[in-house]
């Protein structure tokens, strides 16, 4: 064993697949609420009258927001408010929060839980809700299936980003 590998902190296990379903699940009903209120302070600042006009520019900002929230509460404490929730925490390989560039650099790779599925829609031509909720669906759960094949059940933006999600119970209070 390697001087390096001996001293490295030992870090908690990865809490299971369905455990990060759930809080995947609990984000999005947050986030609800964040992407609701941003997108009526886009739509009052730019003074917006129809849902499709300025559509790009609300698309960019609300990938701003979200990118804003998810940076800052996984640089700060390792933890969204979901994952407070659900006790889970980003941690780096070496167990510490990750700093800002390594939580900006796993926002943009996160995208890739959507990113196929959507990329799927666009080139096949189909629309309305049931083809996009389904799509998205199995696109997610395959994304997250990925999961098994690495070898510590993490997921692979968290692989190449360097980040790992954890078991995290809060100690005891006195």
């Known amino acids: 064993m390697s001087e390096a590998a001996a001293s490295a902190p030992a870090l908690p296990a990865a ?10 699940l609990y984000e999005g009903v947050l986030l609800f609420g964040v992407v609701t209120i ?31 929230y998810f940076v800052y509460f996984w640089s700060r404490q390792g933890q969204t408010l979901a994952m407070q929730t659900w006790h889970i925490r980003l941690l780096t390989r070496d167990g510490r929060v990750p700093g800002w560039p390594r939580a900006l650099a796993r926002y943009l790779l996160s995208w890739m839980w959507f990113a196929p599925a959507l990329l799927l829609l666009e080139l096949s031509g189909l629309k309305g809700g049931l083809a996009t909720t389904v799509i998205v669906t199995v696109g997610v759960l395959a994304y997250a299936a990925l999961a098994r094949l690495h070898p510590e059940r993490q997921y692979w933006h968290d692989a190449v980003c360097g980040t790992r999600l ?9």
């Open 38 to 68: 941003s997108g009526l302070l886009y739509s009052v600042l730019t003074d917006q009258r129809h849902a499709l006009e300025g559509a790009p520019g609300m698309r960019a900002f609300l990938f701003a927001v979200l990118g804003l």
């Open 166 to 174: 954890v078991d995290w119970r809060p100690s005891p209070r006195p």
């Open 15 to 24: 809490p299971g697949l369905a455990r990060r379903l759930a809080c995947f």
